[in-house]
């Protein structure tokens, strides 16, 4: 049994969904593959204050629903099932979910990256509930609280700094006896009196009922073991992209990041070796196989926003349409 589509959206976070929301509207009849956890990091959070036209906010499962109605109601397809494997070598491309199997023009790939979790006891129940991975989007609710950040890169100290504006004491958990950050970052963050470094430390437990409480943590010179009093923990320790299924399909990154012409700079190497892939053609964000479009948190490893990930889809799916109508 197969099928046959103009466009496939793998991916149901902002980008999947605001590209699918896009093609819907041109009449491209999209087939979304929302995946078995639909809805991307935004499900595991609670209110978003910095989306565009929301002054009191929304719930990130709210916000997710409400884009995955929109783009059905413009006649995506959506099916909440993961797409096992694909085959981009040869036009139509072959997308199979399971035993089945679908022929498409074009593909938007938009599979999101996962924050890399720590795997402590406490750590799943406690995830949106004073646990979370973006200081950025969290750090106003945690005026006059104490925080904790795990990590010793540049993102751990820009989350850090991000937790001072707000918080009233900032622990920064790190691992080894140094900081893997840049001089300049390390410095404001060793110089703010609001942060404290706690060195060769790792977090063994979160504990709380209802909301995170305390950490469990140990000295890993030492192995003495204590308690950190918390109202938040955010993890800084990177985002892995979810892009196994694209190795050896698609041109990713050192790191795993679906490359596109959004993701390199118009003077790289890359450019100049793949420009008539996808950077003089005019489709931004074209990966290394022409029809074939990245978008959201697979491609963005700097950013990693909602809002720059719903432009990126918005970006794919009109990439997509124009490319679609270059081939009739």
Not at 93 to 102: C, I, M, R
Not at 177 to 200: C, F, G, H, Q, Y
Request: aromatic letters at 8%; proline letters at 3%.
């Amino acid at each position: 049994m197969g099928d046959s589509r103009k466009l496939i959206i793998i991916g149901s976070g902002p980008a999947g969904y605001t590209a699918g929301i896009y093609a819907a509207r041109a009449e491209l009849a999209p087939l979304i593959f929302a995946g078995e956890k639909w809805g991307g990091q935004l499900m595991s959070t609670t209110v978003v204050e910095n989306w565009p036209g929301t002054e009191q906010g929304v719930m990130g499962p709210e916000l997710m629903d409400g884009m995955r109605k929109q783009a059905t109601k413009f006649g995506a397809e959506i099916v909440d099932k993961n797409v096992t494997k694909v085959d981009f070598s040869g036009m139509p491309f072959k997308v199979w979910q399971g035993e089945v199997e679908f022929k498409v023009d074009a593909v938007i790939v938009a599979t999101g990256a996962e924050a890399m979790m720590l795997n402590v006891p406490g750590e799943e129940w406690l995830l949106g509930r004073g646990i979370a991975t973006c200081a950025v989007c969290d750090a106003a609710f945690y005026k006059e609280k104490i925080a904790a950040v795990v990590g010793g890169g540049d993102a751990a100290i820009e989350d850090t700094l991000a937790l001072t504006k707000f918080a009233s004491k900032v622990y920064l958990l790190v691992r080894r006896d140094e900081l893997r950050a840049s001089k300049i970052l390390a410095r404001r963050v060793t110089d703010n009196p609001k942060v404290e470094v706690r060195w060769n430390t790792e977090v063994r437990e979160a504990v709380g009922e209802t909301k995170l409480e305390k950490l469990k943590i140990v000295d890993n010179k030492s192995n003495q073991e204590s308690e950190l009093i918390v109202d938040g923990l955010f993890y800084a320790v990177g985002h892995k992209p979810v892009t196994e299924i694209f190795r050896d399909k698609l041109t990713l990154d050192e790191k795993g990041f679906l490359v596109t012409g959004i993701s390199y700079p118009s003077n790289s190497k890359f450019q100049i070796l793949n420009s008539k892939s996808f950077f003089l053609g005019g489709y931004p964000t074209m990966t290394s196989v022409p029809g074939v479009f990245g978008a959201g948190d697979v491609v963005d490893f700097r950013y990693k926003q909602a809002i720059t990930a719903a432009g990126m889809g918005c970006q794919a799916a009109l990439d997509a349409e124009r490319w679609l109508e270059s081939k009739e």
